[in-house]
């Protein structure tokens, strides 16, 4: 089983700020790799897949790069509804694993 | 719109079994394989099980391997899990999902729904 690991595990930032988010991958998972964001009390939303592929409707202020075993999520300036949590998860092997997430907060 | 309803959560006792419910709608359920995915209370998210979009095909997580079961209804636009020999290690959110990918897998999740929550404890 592919084991993602999620760096930082909170990231304290203020609106307008730009957010870097990093997946890393116990083996290659290609570019097989997608993002999450996840708000409290609420599903998760897919952003992005097969990075750097953003999913309908996601603004564009959300980026993806990487590929192998070490991928970042950037968004570029910070909305005040973009403060949550992000999981990364790979689809290169089986089973279909997600990282432990990174929360973005409020400094 | 397109939408995922699950229902049937609530507190059960370990060793019990308990079924789950996702009502699908503003898509054509039939077309895409549909997942289950759950989070334990305060912690990440974790795969459970898929069904292919005519229901030929069930994978499941090792962790509830021959304890759950998949399956889905076509001409109601349903998924089920049938969960049994309840651990307390099942409790979390459980959430349907939408593949994806049409016709195919994907195994990236493009739709969810709200989630039910089971609680097994006695």
């Known amino acids: 089983e592919i084991v993602l690991t999620q760096s930082p595990a909170t990231l304290s930032l203020s609106p307008g700020e730009r957010a870097t988010l990093s997946c890393r991958a116990s083996?290659?998972?290609?570019?097989?790799l997608a993002w999450y964001q996840q708000k409290p009390g609420q599903a998760p939303r897919l952003l992005i897949y097969d990075a750097p592929n953003r999913a309908t409707g996601i603004p564009a202020r959300f980026s993806a790069s990487g590929s192998g075993t070490d991928f970042t999520l950037t968004i570029s300036s910070l909305e005040p509804e973009d403060f949550a949590v992000y999981y990364c998860q790979q689809r290169s092997n089986w089973p279909p694993t997600f990282g432990p997430g990174t929360k973005v907060d409020f400094k | 719109q397109v939408q995922l309803v699950e229902s049937g959560g609530g507190v059960v006792q370990p060793g019990r079994s308990l079924t789950l419910s996702c009502a699908a709608s503003g898509f054509t359920f039939s077309s895409y394989a549909m997942h289950w995915v759950r989070q334990a209370p305060g912690k990440g998210l974790e795969w459970v099980a898929v069904i292919s979009h005519d229901g030929s095909k069930r994978y499941y997580a090792d962790s509830v391997k021959g304890r759950f079961t998949i399956s889905r209804d076509n001409s109601k636009n349903t998924l089920n899990v049938q969960m049994n020999s309840l651990r307390p290690e099942d409790t979390a959110v459980y959430y349907c999902?939408?593949?994806?990918?049409?016709?195919?897998?994907?195994?990236?999740?493009?739709?969810w729904g709200i989630g039910t929550a089971v609680t097994v404890s006695s």
């Open positions: 999902a939408r593949d994806g990918a049409l016709l195919t897998y994907n195994y990236y999740m493009d739709v």
């Open positions: 083996q290659s998972v290609s570019r097989y």
